[in-house]
């Protein structure tokens, strides 16, 4: 069967076509784009069709976009760029830790942060929101799909009410998860700022973007010789962009067939985890919930222990708690859900791209069949 | 003429009749950590190494590397000179001039050569009155001075300011082979080093309980043995696979009892592999009472699976001390990584921490013993870590 690679959220493999743009930059397209002579305009040029080609993607034009060094630095850069110490900030107690980490580090620089709660559909409490808004409220920064759940936030609705209350409070989104995976307009949406990152759609990793609404008065993070208009220093990542460019693209390409397609492998694999006892799956297939995350406990079994069983079959996935990652972290997000214990510390994310098939998912289930009836032998 | 002067432990030079096979083993030792084109050079209670053709940031790392090999006390970086008091003297002066901002020095002598007309106390005192002479604004202290300068007057006259502590022992492999039970936590890696410190060849076994631990336990693992070849040039590591054994005790023994006979049988497959290595012992990280698993009544129950020693070099040593030594050699960070103990479903609720003999081989017997040993030995895979990375000779 091959790898079964349903850890997509986490990160996508390129496209063939991505590697070949990169492999082409920085064989042929290598000078510095600041460079004054012809070679240079050539990496200008190769830039300038990336920044196209992602304002695209979320219904933007190019003199919007800063390219950065991925969603991390669009979130740091988004919200440090505009607050000072004293103003208030609005976000969510599910965001991503680039978010999460930022809030608890401006706290301790003299900001004040309401962290808004979410429903048990991780969908963020609108009149808790609505309390919070206050005079020196300067930012609301709250994720468009959620990265665990695939909660989809009624930003709309949210923007409305923030500007209702406070015309002057800017409204940043980590679209990380969201961008390609649902249409995007940022114009209607009315956001102010909207971070992205091409590794999430089949793009080279170490590339992300920051869409910027005009008259922001943003201060960057980089300091240097002033690319990405002054907002973002330092010689652009040409082969890095400009596969983010082609991944944007790409994505773009019949993104409703995609959507489709994704959703009916999500509803598949629903479908059929019914055959297995005490599963809950945490994300259903519904408007609330983005089709490419399925987020399923199965009770009596460590998430992290069955993510290690899959792998001897080449199923590949994630799990939200579990000292698998980096460092020994507690999982937020699935408690703000009101999640029991018992609940998250079983939880495994299966996470798609349109490049997942139906049969993956059937040969999954009959490995999580043999799997589970393993390590279920052990009540404990 | 610039040369290592290398010490090493009196217990090697104080040896009868073997010394010269302990010196000889050092040297091997020594040249594999710098490269077997080295020439050492063997004097009595000495060992040099010319360095004439080296730039400093190799003589530096030449060092480093030396002071990782057991059996040596210390390193000096020295100058050669000529026998000639005046000449020593003046090398001396030379050395200090280096170091402007040093105000207080005394002189060390060691008279190698009986030879030599005079005596250490004279040689320090002369070589002091040169120094005086020649370095302006520098005292003598001869309690609390800010450099010492080293002479030793031997095949020649060496003369070095700073010395760079080694790890002492006994050459590494002079003392015959033990199979380490290498865990992935602070103690076991500890143990390691300190038996393979006294002269003893190491040969390392992880239990892994896939899916129950990662990965990157295993990974883990071998970083703390690849930590441990930086001392012992190379390291042997036999990745075992435990998890039938642990789900066999688990479905058929007592739950009080998981533990010791986890213990039980992870000594008789370290014993196994120990006759298979040619090995005449077991070393652990255990220390009196840490845990449930690690009391004298569990020590003793497990001991008996095996008719060889078991070293315990941690037994008697608190947890603060052993880490304090884990930082040292560098295991620390590593040990600390969280991947291991991910998984509670081995740790009984209430373990027993008082197990008896006849209770625990009486609850054995619904296991396939023999079995479960065999397979787990023979489907290990083995690792060689050492200076060329990691080598996979055996896969699971």
């Known amino acids: 069967m091959g790898i079964i690679y349903f850890d997509n959220s986490a990160t996508t493999k390129p496209h063939r076509e991505v590697i070949d743009e990169v492999a082409e930059c920085m064989e042929n397209h290598f000078a510095n784009p600041s460079s004054a002579h012809r070679l240079g305009l050539d990496a200008e040029k190769k830039v300038k069709v990336a920044r196209e080609r992602v304002a695209r993607l979320i219904g933007s034009s190019p003199e919007h976009i800063i390219f950065t060094s991925g969603g991390s630095e669009a979130n ?9 110490p004293g103003d208030h900030i609005i976000t969510s107690k599910i ?3 680039s978010v999460m980490k930022t809030m608890q580090f401006l706290e301790k620089e ?7 709660g979410v429903d048990s559909r991780g969908i963020i409490n609108m009149e808790e929101l609505k309390g919070a808004i206050k005079e020196n409220t300067k930012l609301v920064s709250i994720m468009h799909v959620n990265n665990e759940t695939g909660t989809i936030q009624p930003i709309y609705d949210i ?3 923030v500007k209702e209350k406070n015309k002057r409070a800017k409204i940043h989104t980590d679209c990380v998860q969201s961008a390609g995976k649902i249409k995007i307009d940022v114009e209607k949406l009315g956001i102010d700022m909207a971070s992205l990152s091409a590794h999430k759609i089949h793009g080279p990793k170490g590339v992300g973007a920051l869409y910027i609404r005009e008259n922001q008065a943003l201060r960057p993070l980089i300091y240097g010789g002033g690319q990405e208009m002054d907002l973002r220093s330092g010689t652009e990542n040409v082969p890095g962009i400009s596969g983010f460019g082609l991944a944007a693209k790409m994505i773009s390409d019949d993104m409703e067939g995609k959507i489709k397609h994704v959703n009916e492998v999500k509803s598949h694999f629903i479908d059929r985890i019914s055959e297995i006892d005490g599963a809950v799956v945490n994300s ?7 089709g490419n995350i399925l987020n399923i406990s199965f009770l009596g079994v460590k998430g992290e222990v069955l993510l290690h069983a899959l792998e001897d079959y080449d199923i590949f996935v994630s799990t939200g708690s579990a000292c698998s990652a980096r460092r020994a972290h507690k999982n937020y997000v699935l408690p703000a859900i009101g999640l029991k214990p018992c609940y998250v510390e079983s939880a495994v994310r299966f996470s798609f791209s349109y490049l997942n098939t139906i ?6 289930i009959e490995k999580l069949k043999t799997i589970l009836s393993f390590l279920r032998r052990i009540k404990k | 003429m610039k040369r290592l002067l290398i010490k090493y432990s009196s217990e090697i030079s104080l040896k009868g009749l073997n010394r010269g096979s302990f010196e000889n083993l050092l040297i091997h030792n020594i040249k594999k950590a710098i490269g077997n084109s080295a020439n050492v050079i063997k004097d009595y209670g000495r060992m040099y190494i010319d360095i004439d053709g080296d730039s400093d940031d190799e003589v530096s790392e030449m060092v480093k590397k030396i002071c990782k090999v057991f059996g040596v006390l210390s390193v000096g970086v020295a100058d050669v000179v000529e026998k000639d008091i005046i000449k020593i003297g003046e090398c001396a002066s030379a050395q200090l001039k280096c170091m402007p901002d040093v105000k207080t020095f005394k002189v060390v002598t060691k008279r190698g050569d009986k030879k030599f007309p005079l005596n250490s106390m004279q040689i320090s005192s002369k070589v002091g009155a040169i120094v005086l002479d020649n ?6 202290d001869i309690h609390n001075p800010e450099l010492i300068i080293n002479v030793e007057v031997r095949d020649n006259a060496y003369v070095y300011l700073k010395e760079y502590k080694a790890q002492a022992g006994m050459p590494y492999r002079s003392a015959g082979k033990g199979i380490l039970l290498l865990s992935g936590g602070i103690d076991s890696p500890v143990a390691g080093y300190m038996m393979a410190k006294r002269g003893l060849e190491i040969v390392a076994v992880y239990y892994h309980s896939h899916p129950y631990t990662s990965e990157r336990a295993k990974q883990k693992v071998i970083d703390l043995a690849s930590k441990l070849s930086e001392y012992t040039g190379s390291i042997k590591l036999y990745v075992v696979p435990f998890t039938k054994i642990q789900m066999d005790i688990i479905e058929k023994c007592r739950e009080d009892e998981l533990t010791i006979i986890m213990r039980r049988f992870m000594m008789a497959i370290a014993g196994r592999i120990a006759k298979k290595e040619g090995a005449l012992s077991l070393v652990t990280g255990e220390s009196l009472g840490q845990v449930a698993s690690q009391t004298l009544e569990s020590m003793y129950v497990t001991d008996k699976v095996v008719d060889m020693p078991v070293f315990r070099p941690l037994v008697g040593m608190d947890k603060i001390e052993i880490m304090d030594i884990s930082r040292r050699i560098g295991t620390y960070d590593i040990s600390i990584l969280p991947y291991e103990d991910c998984c509670t479903i081995f740790v009984p609720k209430h373990p027993k921490t008082k197990p008896r003999l006849s209770d625990v081989e009486s609850s054995e017997k619904a296991l396939d013993k023999e079995n479960l040993i065999n397979d787990a030995v023979e489907n290990s895979e083995i690792i060689k870590l050492g200076e060329n990375g990691e080598q996979i000779i055996s896969k699971m």
Do not use: M, Q, W
């Open chain 2, 135 to 140: 370095v302006p604004s520098i005292k003598v």
């Open chain 1, 95 to 97: 965001e991503h830790p």
């Open chain 1, 110 to 116: 003299g900001c004040e942060v309401s962290y808004i």
């Open chain 1, 76 to 84: 740091n850069t988004a919200i440090r760029g505009v607050v000072s």
């Open chain 1, 284 to 290: 259903p297939a519904d408007d609330f919930h983005l």
């Open chain 1, 159 to 161: 923007v409305k009410a």
């Open chain 1, 359 to 364: 049969d993956e998912v059937d040969y999954t």
